[in-house]
């Protein structure tokens, strides 16, 4: 392993930035303190910061050797409504709020990679874009940069995400898909009040929702190619108001993930089909909102090629290893489609630290902080690699 040396010099700073944010969590497009701590830390370095959104924060750094390429590292900021259960010094003093998937980590290693770069800036041209975008849980960082402009003419974009179930020392990352898309639909089924004894008098929104749940899993099972990996997960259903009254409402809330965007569209299509039409057959009606939270993940082709030999570099052969594929989503995919990249997943698990083997999205989850100069040093290498070499267009 090869981490840089002056990031091995700011293993502590590093350190200590994680534990700060994981005491200090805030939810998506609420990330006021988190935003300023990053402002605080880019400006006394001297890199020159300003917000995109209420709470995003884009610094730059420009190499002092002139102009050249723009590359983008990106890292996300949110945590989760989850209550932080771990008994550690830095555990979250908010409650029922939590950093459980590594978003800490992700803006700490970024932090100490930008303090890197800004040494470093006499030995390169061009420029390097730090991007640290709120809202990633529900998909509505990423978007915001991308209509700011602040992406605008940029080469390559890097970014990286723990992983729980892969050891400290591994890389997961994949030439292709990563991750799905996902869409988020709302669906309310408008019925008609009645004693349950006179079901005829009424129109039961409850059972109409019920049976367009069940019909929506064969949407997955039968109209799509099982080589095609979706699904549709129904994950909240609102209805009643008594034991023995016939429900007038409905409300269901679910998502659709997929890495097809022919096969996305089909099934987002047919989800309304569906709910209208089971709805009519019991009397009832159906409306459907749907909103989209990001695309599938799916690396640059050529990007990953110039990457494998960086993220070797600092991991060493044979530590680079495939991406599993995932149906959890990362709106990442909106800044490669802008800007050719790849996504890679830094192991974070071990024995050694209780909760680091643990799901992301769970109270106890935790990082083996020897991750953290690993990713580090992948955002500076990789943005020294694009900057001082020619990079293919694929």
């Not at 950093?99 to 770069?117: E, F, K, Q, S, Y």
């Not at 996504?343 to 109270?363: C, D, I, R």
């Amino acid at each position: 392993m090869a981490i840089h040396p002056l990031v091995q010099q700011d293993r502590d700073y590093i350190i200590s930035l994680r534990r700060w944010f994981h005491s200090h969590p805030e939810l998506s497009m609420r990330e006021y303190n988190t935003a300023a701590k990053i402002e605080e830390e880019l400006n006394a370095v001297g890199i020159a910061t300003r917000r995109v959104g209420e709470t995003g924060v884009l610094g730059t750094i420009r190499g002092k050797r002139g102009p050249g390429k723009k590359i983008v590292l990106r890292a996300d900021t949110d945590a989760l409504p989850i209550q932080d259960e771990k008994t550690v010094p830095y555990a979250s003093q908010c409650p029922g709020v939590m950093h459980a998937c590594g978003h800490d980590a992700h803006t700490a290693a970024l932090l100490g990679a930008a303090r890197v770069l800004k040494q470093l800036e006499d030995t390169f041209s061009g420029e390097i874009a730090l991007v640290f975008q709120p809202g990633e849980e529900y998909g509505r960082g990423a978007i915001l940069f991308i209509r700011d402009g602040a992406l605008k003419g940029a080469d390559r974009s890097f970014g990286v995400h723990m992983q729980s179930n892969l050891p400290v020392g591994q890389v997961a990352m994949n030439p292709g898909a990563e991750n799905a898309s996902v869409d988020h639909f709302t669906i309310r089924i408008q019925g008609k009040s009645a004693h349950v004894s006179t079901p005829e008098l009424g129109a039961d929104a409850l059972y109409a929702a019920a049976q367009i749940v069940t019909a929506l899993q064969g949407l997955v099972g039968r109209l799509k190619s099982p080589a095609d990996p979706a699904l549709i997960g129904v994950g909240v259903l609102r209805s009643g108001e008594g034991y023995n009254i016939v429900a007038k409402e409905a409300v269901l809330e679910g998502t659709v993930r997929c890495f097809s965007e022919q096969t996305r569209a089909m099934l987002n299509g047919k989800i309304a089909d569906t709910a209208r039409s089971v709805a009519a057959l019991y009397n009832t009606t159906a409306e459907i909102e749907t909103e989209s939270f990001t695309r599938a993940l799916i690396n640059d082709a050529g990007a990953y090629t110039e990457t494998v030999p960086v993220i070797e570099k600092v991991v060493g052969k044979g530590n680079l290893v495939p991406k599993a594929l995932s149906l959890g989503g990362d709106d990442m995919a909106e800044i490669i489609a802008a800007v050719p990249g790849v996504y890679a997943f830094v192991g974070s698990g071990s024995e050694a630290v209780p909760g680091s083997q643990m799901a992301h999205h769970t109270p106890g989850f935790d990082i083996d902080e020897r991750c953290l100069p690993i990713a580090a040093s992948l955002y500076v290498e990789s943005a020294l690699f694009w900057l001082k070499q020619e990079v293919s267009n694929v």
